[in-house]
């Protein structure tokens, strides 16, 4: 993370820290729901844009995470704070398990499977699967979090809750992208057969890049359903999928900072486009496709990662 | 034994508009490697315009049913091919040389907005076809098959056949199929594949543009959203025979029709949708480059 980079966080999150002042309620819930999608776009970052694999059924194991999240808070009274972890495990061994004999496939390929799983999770959702998701109505009755003791139910402490979550994430996920696991699938995406020359087990960090997007996708799913306190099939739909995707590409694939703002846009064009009234998501994809002719790259596109001779460990910088 | 070959003709109906999209689909991937999200849209496209031409030309008591009909295609068919072809004009031909997720991008955008021109022009309701056609049913060994299903089956695979045969055999068809294998290439031996790209941009939206009047005279309700739906079974069977072949696209399109009725009738109603994806996954386990997609090496 450079210095000005750090520079940016804070403002942004004194900013947001200082929102519920001058914001109304319904503009506090807009950036809740801003926050709730930056964490699915850096979810579905580290596996479209760090490891190149091309997702397009994310919102699948955000569902994941949603419904176990419910299930385990109104069948057996845990609080969903404490299910956020359960969530996030569920969604992950679900990606893993279906991942596994499709990692394989060719770019392409994989997008109409992910797509595939998508609609098949989401019409088992309705299908009322094992008598626990309860159909095409959902879950409703799910318990607002509860904090160090206090009951979270105001958009303004929502706003924490979910930034808070926001923070935490973008800390952890700056710090892989410079670890062992983030170089090599830099790496493994910038040139797969180098990469498995070079001793990489490709299949192995794909699949672990896959898990760790989902569980985080899962975990924000646990999330929104504390939000909501209800939950359907509907909010899981294949164009929630899409949204994830083009909130990815638009900031620039493999960039934490550029998702992030690409998630921020998609969320907030349709908003301020209201005056257009019906005609705001014609004009929305219109924008899409300009901005994409205009900065095929992204919007913050990814640079390589540069060291400094001091940010090598001594031992090596020495001759 | 009956209603077994009910679903089986229901399916080979449905399997053969879905080959229909998938064609589209398939030509644009093989040159241009890109995913046209907006292609289902071309297919809806067709069934409105399909509509609106229906009703404001009364083409039906002015040239007969038959010639009426086919009039009707051919306007239908030329109008989604210009939309087409102006489409890869506007989202596609900038991006030529970008990312490959760009272009979807810009796909899906170009998706989101025509689908919102329909939307704004007839407003969020269904829409109602025109009763034109007789509803008869024709007797086929004995079994009272409805006529529509016969002429949406019999109008795809000579379609499909002319198309097979332009590609296969003609000039122009070579030139197709030399830029999807190879542009560079292509290009050296004299090929304007700029000209291809535009010509596969108007085959497969002309070709959705037909899929999507059939589906309106078929079911007799169309709705502005529905080349989502369509749009994704169709690349689905692209995917399935193998993306970028055009036999392919045809074999994928009926055996997802024919799984998908037959699996309606026999497994569950409910599951419809998702056992199109199971069949898909399955396949891919086995061929990771669909049932006639050639093998490309790519080691895990």
Redesign the interface.
């Known amino acids: 993370m450079s210095r000005r980079l750090v520079g940016i966080y804070l403002v942004v999150a004194v900013g947001l820290a200082a929102a519920p002042r001058f914001l109304d309620a319904y503009q506090i819930d807009v950036i809740n729901s801003v926050g709730l999608y930056v964490l699915l776009a850096l979810s579905l970052n580290l596996i479209l844009g760090d490891a190149g694999l091309f997702n397009m059924g994310h919102a699948a194991f955000y569902a994941m995470g949603a419904y176990t999240a419910a299930i385990l808070n109104t069948r057996l009274g845990l609080p969903i704070l404490w299910a956020l972890p359960a969530s996030g495990l569920v969604a992950a061994l679900f990606a893993a398990l279906v991942a596994r004999p499709v990692i394989h496939l060719r770019g392409d390929y994989l997008l109409v499977v992910t797509i595939g799983l998508g609609e098949i999770v989401r019409i088992a959702l309705v299908n009322d699967v094992f008598g626990l998701t309860g159909g095409a109505n959902g879950i409703f009755g799910i318990a607002r979090p509860v904090l160090l003791g206090h009951k979270i139910r105001k958009p303004d402490e929502f706003l924490y809750l979910i930034w808070g979550f926001v923070a935490v994430t973008v800390f952890l996920f700056h710090r892989l992208e410079q670890s062992r696991f983030g170089r090599a699938l830099t790496y493994l995406r910038e040139d797969p057969v180098a990469a498995e020359g070079s001793g990489i087990d490709t299949a192995r960090y794909k699949l672990m890049a896959f898990a760790l997007g989902a569980a985080w996708a899962g975990m924000t799913g646990a999330l929104y359903a504390s939000k909501m306190t209800i939950i359907s099939p509907e909010s899981f739909s294949f164009w929630e999928s899409v949204v994830v995707f083009l909130m990815v590409i638009l900031g620039g694939s493999g960039s934490i900072p550029g998702v992030m703002v690409g998630a921020a846009i998609v969320v907030l064009m349709p908003e301020v486009f209201r005056t257009f009234a019906t005609a705001r998501m014609l004009v929305f994809g219109l924008v899409m496709m300009i901005m994409m002719v205009v900065r095929p790259q992204g919007l913050l596109p990814w640079r390589a990662l540069r060291f400094k001779r001091s940010d090598l460990p001594r031992r090596e910088a020495a001759p | 034994m009956e209603q077994f070959l009910q679903q089986l003709i229901n399916g080979l109906a449905v399997g053969s508009i879905y080959a229909l999209i998938a064609l589209g689909y398939t030509m644009v991937?093989g040159v241009l490697r890109l995913?046209n999200f907006a292609h289902g849209d071309l297919f809806t496209y067709g069934a409105y315009l399909g509509m609106t031409l229906l009703t404001s030309l009364l083409l039906k008591d002015r040239l007969g049913l038959t010639l009426g009909l086919l009039v009707l295609a051919g306007m239908v068919m030329g109008l989604v091919a210009v939309v087409g072809v102006l489409l890869e004009r506007?989202?596609y031909r900038?991006?030529l040389t970008?990312?490959?997720?760009?272009?979807?991008?810009?796909a899906?955008?170009?998706?989101?907005?025509?689908?919102?021109?329909l939307?704004?022009i007839y407003g969020a309701r269904y829409q109602v076809y025109p009763d034109i056609l007789p509803q008869t049913t024709v007797d086929l060994l004995g079994l009272p098959v409805p006529i529509m299903r016969i002429i949406v089956v019999m109008v795809s695979v000579v379609m499909m056949a002319v198309l097979f045969l332009f590609v296969q055999k003609t000039k122009v068809g070579t030139a197709i199929r030399a830029a999807a294998i190879d542009q560079g290439a292509a290009r050296l031996m004299g090929i304007d594949v700029n000209r291809v790209i535009q010509l596969v941009f108007i085959i497969g939206p002309a070709l959705g543009g037909a899929a999507g009047l059939l589906v309106g005279l078929y079911y007799g309700q169309i709705s502005f959203t529905m080349g989502?739906t369509y749009g994704?079974k169709a690349?689905?069977a692209a995917?399935l025979g193998g993306?970028g072949n055009i036999p392919g696209a045809m074999v994928g399109g009926l055996i997802l029709g024919v799984v998908e009725a037959l699996g309606a009738g026999y497994v569950s109603i409910?599951?419809k949708?998702?056992i199109?994806?199971?069949v898909?996954?399955l396949i891919?386990?086995v061929r990771?480059?669909?049932l006639l997609g050639e093998r490309?090496a790519?080691?895990?």
Do not use: C, H
């Open positions: 991937y995913i506007a989202a900038p991006l970008a990312p490959r997720l760009s272009a979807v991008v810009s899906l955008g170009a998706s989101i907005f025509l689908q919102n021109t939307m704004l989502w994704m690349f689905t995917i993306i409910a599951w949708d998702a199109a994806f199971v898909l996954i891919l386990i990771p480059s669909g490309v790519e080691k895990v």
